[in-house]
C-alpha cells in the first residue's frame, strides 16, 4: 500500500510499520494490476534478497521501534512455514521490534489448509488478512480466483479456531452480483465473527483481463451506480453489527482496527521491502522496482533497486486530505493550520464550502469529515480539494 500523509520530522521517533512484499501467486487474478509473478523459480532467491534487503536497510529504522509487519502480495500464504519463520527471524535480527507487534499474513483460502492454520497459530504471527472476496462460485471463476467456495468456509471455520483476530477481504460491484447476493454475502462473513472486514469496489484497472473481457464483451462492465448502492448497504449492515467504518474499505470491531493499515493513513512512518514496496519517512517517498530479476540483480550488488522523490509541502497538504477524508479521523483544521500554514487552512475552508452545502461534508470539534452521503466519494471530493499551485 502505498497511501501516505505527512508527519514532521520531529514524528519520527517512536514507531514505525514494516511491509514485506512477497511477489508470487500461482495465477492472475482477473481484476488485479499488483505486482506477481506466477512462476516460483526465483522464490528462493528472492527471500534471500529480502533478507538482504532488510539488512541495507537497517539504518532507515534506526531511532524507531517496529510496531507492526505485514506480509503482502502477491500471496504470501505460497511461502513455506519455515520461510516465513526465517523472514520474522531476521525482522526481529535486524530492528527494533515492539513486545507484542501486530503481525499480519494475507492468506489465500486454498493455502489454508488444516496443518498450515495450526503452524500459523504456533508462529509470531497474530493477525490472518483472508482473501476471501466472495462466496458465489460464480463469482470467483469470473475473477479467476485459485479457491472455491467451499475452501473459502472451510478455512474460516478452521482459523477462526485458533485466531482471535482475523480480517477478510470482499468485493462487490461485481458484474451479475444482485443486491440481495451481497446481502448473503455480508451475512455470511458475519456468521463468522471475524472482528475484521475490508471491502472494495470491483475497480477495472487497465491491462488486467478483467478490462480486456469488458472490451470484448463477453464480461459486462461494472456499474458505478450498484456499486454505490451495495456499499450504502455494506455500511448499514456492519455498523448494525457493531462493526466501525474506520476508513472508506475497512470495518473493524472496537481494539480490531488494522494497526499497520491505520499506521499509513495518519501519516506514520513505514518501511516496504522487496519488489515494488513502498516507502515513508515523513519528507520523502521511494518505491522499489516493479520487476523480480532486476530487483534480485540490484539487492545482489549491495544496491536499493529504488527511486525517491522529496514532498513539497503542496504534496504533504495535498496527501493529508485524500487519507483524511477517507477516515473517521477526519482532516484536522488545527493540524492544517499548524503544519501547513494559516493559508492552507483558509484554501480548504474555502474549497469545501460547497461539499458542506450539499451535505458531503461537514465540520465537527475543528475536524473536516466526510457524512455517510459523502464517503463513497471521498476520493473524487479530496481530488478536488488539492492545493494545485502557491
Given at each position: 500500500?502505498?497511501l501516505?500523509k505527512?508527519?514532521?520530522p520531529?514524528?519520527?521517533?517512536?514507531?514505525a510499520?514494516?511491509?514485506?512484499?512477497?511477489?508470487?501467486?500461482?495465477?492472475?487474478?482477473h481484476?488485479?494490476?499488483?505486482?506477481?509473478?506466477?512462476?516460483?523459480?526465483?522464490?528462493?532467491?528472492?527471500?534471500?534478497?529480502?533478507?538482504?534487503?532488510?539488512e541495507?536497510?537497517?539504518a532507515?529504522?534506526?531511532?524507531?521501534?517496529?510496531?507492526?509487519?505485514?506480509?503482502?502480495?502477491?500471496?504470501?500464504?505460497?511461502?513455506?512455514?519455515?520461510?516465513?519463520?526465517f523472514?520474522?527471524?531476521e525482522?526481529?535480527?535486524?530492528?527494533?521490534?515492539?513486545?507484542?507487534?501486530e503481525?499480519?499474513?494475507?492468506?489465500?483460502?486454498?493455502?489454508?489448509?488444516?496443518?498450515?492454520?495450526?503452524?500459523?497459530?504456533?508462529?509470531?504471527?497474530?493477525?490472518?488478512s483472508?482473501?476471501?472476496?466472495?462466496?458465489?462460485e460464480r463469482?470467483?471463476?469470473?475473477?479467476n480466483?485459485?479457491?472455491?467456495?467451499?475452501?473459502?468456509k472451510?478455512?474460516?471455520?478452521?482459523?477462526?479456531?485458533h485466531?482471535?483476530n482475523?480480517?477478510?477481504?470482499l468485493?462487490?460491484?461485481?458484474?451479475?452480483?444482485?443486491?440481495?447476493?451481497?446481502?448473503?454475502?455480508?451475512?455470511?462473513a458475519?456468521?463468522?465473527?471475524?472482528?475484521h472486514?475490508s471491502?472494495?469496489?470491483?475497480?477495472?484497472?487497465?491491462?488486467?483481463?478483467?478490462?480486456s473481457?469488458?472490451?470484448?464483451?463477453?464480461?459486462?462492465?461494472v456499474?458505478?451506480?450498484?456499486?454505490?448502492?451495495q456499499?450504502?448497504?455494506?455500511?448499514?449492515k456492519?455498523?448494525?453489527s457493531?462493526f466501525?467504518?474506520?476508513?472508506?474499505?475497512?470495518?473493524?470491531?472496537?481494539?480490531?482496527?488494522?494497526?499497520n493499515?491505520?499506521?499509513?493513513?495518519?501519516g506514520?512512518?513505514?518501511?516496504?521491502?522487496?519488489?515494488s514496496?513502498?516507502?515513508?519517512?515523513g519528507?520523502?517517498?521511494?518505491w522499489?522496482?516493479s520487476?523480480n530479476?532486476k530487483?534480485?540483480?540490484?539487492?545482489?550488488?549491495?544496491?536499493?533497486?529504488?527511486?525517491?522523490e522529496?514532498?513539497s509541502?503542496t504534496?504533504?497538504?495535498?496527501?493529508?486530505?485524500?487519507?483524511?477524508?477517507?477516515?473517521v479521523?477526519?482532516?484536522?483544521?488545527?493540524?492544517?493550520?499548524?503544519?501547513?500554514?494559516?493559508?492552507?487552512?483558509?484554501?480548504?475552508?474555502?474549497?469545501?464550502?460547497?461539499?458542506?452545502?450539499?451535505h458531503?461534508?461537514?465540520?465537527?470539534?475543528e475536524?473536516?469529515?466526510?457524512?455517510k452521503k459523502?464517503?463513497?466519494?471521498?476520493?473524487?471530493?479530496a481530488?478536488?480539494l488539492?492545493?494545485i499551485?502557491l
Amino acid at each position: 500500500m502505498s497511501l501516505s500523509k505527512s508527519s514532521s520530522p520531529s514524528g519520527r521517533l517512536g514507531g514505525a510499520s514494516l511491509y514485506i512484499h512477497i511477489p508470487f501467486c500461482k495465477q492472475a487474478c482477473h481484476y488485479c494490476d499488483f505486482h506477481f509473478s506466477t512462476s516460483l523459480k526465483k522464490k528462493e532467491e528472492l527471500i534471500q534478497c529480502l533478507v538482504k534487503e532488510l539488512e541495507l536497510r537497517q539504518a532507515e529504522l534506526e531511532n524507531q521501534t517496529v510496531k507492526t509487519v505485514y506480509f503482502g502480495g502477491g500471496t504470501p500464504s505460497l511461502l513455506t512455514h519455515n520461510e516465513l519463520q526465517f523472514l520474522i527471524s531476521e525482522v526481529y535480527k535486524n530492528f527494533k521490534v515492539v513486545e507484542n507487534p501486530e503481525i499480519t499474513l494475507e492468506a489465500n483460502p486454498d493455502d489454508l489448509t488444516f496443518q498450515r492454520i495450526n503452524d500459523l497459530a504456533n508462529s509470531r504471527i497474530n493477525r490472518l488478512s483472508i482473501g476471501i472476496q466472495s462466496f458465489f462460485e460464480r463469482d470467483l471463476k469470473l475473477m479467476n480466483r485459485a479457491h472455491n467456495q467451499a475452501e473459502a468456509k472451510q478455512c474460516l471455520q478452521e482459523a477462526t479456531k485458533h485466531f482471535d483476530n482475523i480480517s477478510i477481504d470482499l468485493i462487490y460491484g461485481i458484474p451479475g452480483l444482485s443486491n440481495e447476493e451481497w446481502i448473503e454475502n455480508i451475512e455470511t462473513a458475519l456468521s463468522y465473527n471475524v472482528p475484521h472486514i475490508s471491502c472494495y469496489a470491483l475497480t477495472v484497472e487497465p491491462k488486467t483481463a478483467l478490462a480486456s473481457f469488458i472490451k470484448k464483451g463477453s464480461i459486462e462492465n461494472v456499474d458505478d451506480d450498484l456499486a454505490q448502492e451495495q456499499y450504502n448497504i455494506l455500511v448499514e449492515k456492519l455498523e448494525a453489527s457493531g462493526f466501525v467504518n474506520y476508513e472508506l474499505s475497512n470495518f473493524g470491531k472496537p481494539n480490531y482496527f488494522s494497526k499497520n493499515n491505520s499506521a499509513y493513513w495518519q501519516g506514520k512512518p513505514y518501511l516496504g521491502i522487496g519488489p515494488s514496496a513502498h516507502s515513508f519517512n515523513g519528507d520523502q517517498r521511494s518505491w522499489n522496482v516493479s520487476n523480480n530479476t532486476k530487483y534480485i540483480k540490484s539487492i545482489r550488488q549491495n544496491e536499493l533497486p529504488s527511486e525517491t522523490e522529496t514532498l513539497s509541502v503542496t504534496d504533504k497538504f495535498n496527501e493529508y486530505i485524500m487519507t483524511g477524508l477517507r477516515t473517521v479521523w477526519g482532516v484536522s483544521l488545527e493540524k492544517i493550520a499548524n503544519d501547513f500554514g494559516e493559508n492552507y487552512k483558509k484554501y480548504l475552508l474555502e474549497q469545501s464550502e460547497i461539499y458542506i452545502q450539499k451535505h458531503l461534508l461537514y465540520i465537527d470539534e475543528e475536524k473536516l469529515l466526510t457524512t455517510k452521503k459523502g464517503k463513497f466519494l471521498s476520493d473524487g471530493i479530496a481530488s478536488n480539494l488539492f492545493k494545485i499551485n502557491l
